[in-house]
């Protein structure tokens, strides 16, 4: 059962993990939601960090979702390095109305460093391509899994290029992906 469920992740998390790089040349083109943000990004981006975006991003097939209702937040710090892209169904309620957020933090910040320890403890492992591993940690649902402590969002943490990169969602989004 676990195993069929990794499958299903490991499809989803593949294609959901495509990439934009912040080179001079993009190797993956990000979804189109992203896109009206993409120079803000580059410009915000802090010097030192590589942002990944998916070119896939499909949540409005399983809600009713309208795309152009969503609030996309974006940021940036230079201490720690890092930064963070967020989207959101509302303004009101913010971790209620989380859809997904996408972060990177240089993989030599400890605090970032010792949750990606604790996800390679705690979470089931997922191979990303057959140089990366991830790991994935399914949010508290009605069916007995659980993060520890309890959250109500599922995640996956992964080290690439010296960075660390964090996406989570709904642990309710999870389940409508199986």
């Known amino acids: 059962m676990l195993y ?3 499958k299903k992740y490991l499809l989803f998390w593949g294609i959901f993990l495509s990439i934009l790089g912040n080179f001079p040349a993009v190797f993956a083109r990000p979804a189109d939601i992203f896109l009206p943000y993409i120079d803000s990004i580059e410009n915000e981006l802090p010097t030192g960090l590589t942002f990944r975006l ?8 399983h809600s009713d979702i ?10 940036g710090s230079d201490f720690p390095l890092k930064y963070n892209l967020s989207v959101f169904t509302c303004r009101e309620g913010f971790y209620s109305c989380l859809l997904a957020s996408f972060s990177v933090e240089r993989a030599d910040s400890i605090e970032r460093f010792n949750e990606l320890v604790s996800y390679s403890r705690q979470g089931d492992p997922i191979i990303l391509n057959p140089n990366y591993q991830g790991y994935f940690i399914r949010g508290y649902l009605i069916d007995g899994s659980k993060k ?3 959250s109500l969002f599922s995640s ?23």
């Open 4 to 6: 069929s469920h990794l």
């Open 54 to 61: 998916p070119s896939y991003f499909d949540v409005f097939q």
């Open 66 to 75: 309208n795309p152009n209702d969503l609030i996309i937040t974006r940021f």
């Open 148 to 150: 520890n402590p309890p």
């Open 156 to 178: 996956i943490m992964w080290q690439q290029d010296y960075m660390i990169y964090t996406i989570s969602v709904p642990a309710v989004e999870r389940q409508c992906l199986l």
